[in-house]
């Protein structure tokens, strides 16, 4: 194959849905700079500070902002967020009180903080006129065991050199000697410096050594757990319920996620899982539960559209294979009540090329403005050895239509599944796997064992020979749950040569304490057995993860299969262009000229006949494309430089200037444009 050309691969891959952002190193306006460095200081997670400062630019931060305030909201039924309004209360205090006196801000304080972190204390106790006590404050807290603290505790505050600002008391690295202002002797000494200290005052002497209420005290030494409480379990107090998820989600999706969806990410179970077909060909089936559909009424129906990005990315951070789907979802009114008290289920399937990918799906809903998602590792094996897929767990089974090819079927059957694999002890266990690369020799002489077990053992086993079998086996194994009682299992798939195991796959499920478990209703899409767009997806695939030999044979046969198609004929000719087979990009490409697909082939047809030296034709070519889309920058610069190839300046600068007005953050065009108006080539020179 010929040389491919650089900049035409560069155009393609620009083509792609899920782009991997380049990282920029971009500071942060004042206004979000005082929001992470003081209003949320002390009560965001790592994870989202993590997030917000991988943001790229000042929309997305504030979409971010606007995500924090909506995962802390305590009802999302009212206009107002409880728990916005009582943080910034809280920040306001610190600030107006705890500054007092002080070059330190009230919200830097040790008390700023943790009022801000805990809130208003259930009283206060003050020390701080006593001629034999430093100054101490100390702030007494109940009812806060949610968020992982004792039900009552103490946080005790005292100035160590009798002035300046409190800071937080310790009573392991303080202890009851540095609350004595007069005190002579040891005052490492726990012990008797707690009996001069009681001798004072008893309640200041018993926080000295124990902050947490209802403990007992040793007189000795303090307790670890005092320690333990205010510089830890008081530090995490406020991020203890949080979810970070959604932070996570904003980050993958920021390109695909607006302002209205920001803080709406739904938390979901899915599944998925790896088929290969009779033809040979690799499907990625897999199911998105999410934990509720919001839907919006209309006459005698509910209905919402979900728009569905996917992407797989492969170990080079290639994007071998992108879509978007938009899937309307349509509900009578009068079978409201039979799916009101079910979960949502959305599956789907696609081919897939060998290797490893990381599966992206973010599915949106265009009428409530939420969004879910799914990050799955995925690695489609080579074949050169025996391997098992994973298993597919199901409680039930439908027999489908043979023309179809639909989410989780096999054959003709679809397994009928849960993502979180449970089941009731009423249920049939249906276990379906393939195993695949087994040569002659390690086929006949081989056997299967699936054995259900618990902690316990094993509960039931079955072996199946494989000499059965064809060489790519397709096996279905059920259990009969009757009799187990609600605990966690396992079902254990080995393949066994010569008594040695050569692969196994173990796969969990449950039976939970209820017997009332919540299947879903959904929307299972398909495919056609015998689409004629399958082969042109999968040389897409090959093209994109840059295998352009296996991409042209793929094409090439996806052509010659359905040469009267204008979108696979279309992919073909890209390609021929990337490799450099002109000619063949021609001959092929003008028949399509007059379908309504042509302004594709214009493009691609220019560029060959620009590579080819047909200057002229070319320029035709791209001015249909400019009388038919108005301004594209790419074919701008094409008759740009398809002119100064023919030696017409003036033209040439004409098209360059354009394209420069629309789009100034253009690198190379003002050199090249500079330099044809003095008189040269238009190349940029190094």
């Not at 968020?147 to 100035?159: I, M, R, S, T």
Request: aromatic share 10%.
């Amino acid at each position: 194959m010929r040389k491919i050309i650089p900049y035409l691969i560069l155009l393609m891959i620009l083509s792609t849905q899920f782009l991997i952002p380049a990282k920029k190193d971009q500071k942060l306006s004042s206004r979000h700079k005082k929001w992470l460095g003081r209003d949320v200081l002390h009560i965001i997670t790592k994870v989202e500070k993590s997030t917000f400062m991988q943001l790229e630019t000042d929309e997305q931060r504030d979409m971010f902002i606007l995500a924090f305030w909506k995962n802390r909201d305590p009802n999302h039924n009212t206009l107002v967020n409880e728990y916005k309004e009582e943080h910034y209360k809280r920040l306001k205090y610190a600030i107006n009180r705890f500054g007092r006196g002080t070059p330190t801000p009230g919200w830097k304080t040790e008390r700023g903080r943790i009022y801000i972190t805990l809130g208003r204390p259930s009283s206060i106790l003050r020390y701080e006129h006593d001629t034999e006590l430093r100054p101490v404050v100390i702030w007494y807290y109940q009812g806060l065991a949610k968020y992982g603290l004792p039900n009552a505790f103490n946080v005790v505050f005292f100035k160590p050199y009798n002035s300046g600002d409190f800071e937080l008391y310790s009573p392991i690295q303080h202890g009851p000697g540095s609350l004595l202002l007069h005190y002579k002797g040891d005052k490492s000494d726990t012990k008797q410096t707690f009996n001069e200290l009681a001798k004072i005052d008893p309640d200041v002497a018993k926080v000295s050594l124990n902050l947490i209420e209802g403990e007992s005290l040793n007189f000795s030494k303090p307790t670890m757990a005092s320690d333990i409480l205010i510089q830890k379990k008081v530090v995490e107090a406020p991020t203890k319920k949080i979810n970070t998820a959604y932070a996570s989600k904003l980050l993958k999706y920021k390109e695909h996620i607006d302002m209205e969806y920001s803080a709406n990410y739904i938390q979901n179970s899915s599944k998925i899982n790896v088929i290969r077909q009779e033809n040979g060909v690799f499907f990625v089936h897999y199911l998105i539960e999410p934990k509720k559909l919001s839907l919006e009424k209309h006459d005698d129906k509910l209905f919402s559209t979900l728009e569905v990005i996917g992407s797989a990315i492969n170990e080079k951070k290639q994007v071998v294979y992108s879509f978007t789907k938009k899937v309307p979802v349509t509900v009578d009114v009068k079978n409201l009540a039979s799916i009101s008290n079910k979960l949502f289920s959305f599956q789907d399937l696609f081919p897939i090329i060998k290797g490893k990918y990381d599966i992206n799906i973010l599915i949106r809903n265009a009428v409530s403005k939420e969004f879910t998602s799914m990050e799955k590792r995925i690695v489609i094996p080579d074949g050169q050895s025996p391997v098992i897929l994973n298993p597919i767990l199901s409680y039930n089974i439908k027999n489908i239509n043979k023309d179809i090819l639909k989410p989780f079927m096999i054959n003709n059957r679809q397994l009928i599944l849960s993502p979180k694999n449970d089941f009731t002890p009423d249920d049939k266990l249906h276990i379906y796997f393939q195993v695949l690369g087994l040569s002659g020799k390690e086929h006949n002489g081989s056997k299967i064992s699936v054995t259900l077990k618990n902690d316990k053992g094993i509960i039931k086993n079955k072996e199946i020979e494989v000499v059965e079998f064809p060489v790519n086996l397709n096996i279905f194994e059920s259990f009969d749950l009757k009799g187990l009682k609600p605990s966690y299992y396992e079902v254990q798939v080995e393949l066994i040569t010569a008594e040695k195991i050569i692969a196994k796959k173990t796969v969990p499920f449950v039976i939970p304490l209820s017997k009332k478990i919540k299947r879903a209703w959904g929307i299972s899409l398909s495919n056609i057995k015998n689409d004629p767009y399958l082969f042109n997806t999968l040389g897409n695939q090959y093209v994109n993860a840059e295998n352009y030999k296996k991409g042209y044979e793929v094409l090439r046969s996806a052509y010659y299969k359905n040469s009267w198609n204008p979108v696979i004929a279309y992919d073909y000719c890209r390609l021929l262009l990337m490799i450099g087979q002109h000619r063949k990009n021609i001959s092929i490409g003008t028949k399509f000229l007059k379908s309504n697909q042509r302004y594709k082939f214009y493009q691609v047809l220019g560029l060959s006949l620009m590579a080819l030296e047909d200057y002229e034709k070319a320029i035709e070519y791209f001015r249909k494309i400019l009388d038919y889309s108005g301004t594209n920058i790419d074919v701008l610069n094409s008759i740009g430089e398809s002119y100064k190839r023919l030696g017409k300046n003036k033209e040439a600068l004409v098209a360059w200037e354009r394209s420069l007005q629309i789009m100034p953050q253009q690198k190379e065009l003002p050199g090249k444009i500079e330099s044809l108006k003095k008189g040269g080539s238009g190349e940029n020179k190094k």
